[in-house]
């Protein structure tokens, strides 16, 4: 009967086309669907990938906390 919260962090990498807010929302989706209780994330890294001075892609490194079941 203890209101103690125990909670884990993993680290996933996240790519989009579009730009690093939508790569944030599918590494976020896709956390959701494999991890229970995810409850926030931290964006640890941001990087762009370019081809010919042109942005092709937006990539994001994710620390997902999940809370884990009693």
Not at 6 to 34: K, M
Request: glycine letters at 4%; proline letters at 1%.
């Amino acid at each position: 009967m203890s209101s103690t919260t125990v909670a884990r962090v993993t680290t996933i990498t996240a790519r989009s086309p579009e730009s690093f807010e939508a790569a944030v929302r599918e590494g976020i989706a896709r956390s959701h669907q494999t991890l229970r209780n995810v409850s926030g994330a931290w964006v640890k890294e941001q990087k762009v990938e370019c081809t010919d001075g042109a942005i092709t892609s937006y990539q994001v490194v994710l620390e997902v906390t999940f809370v884990l079941d009693d």
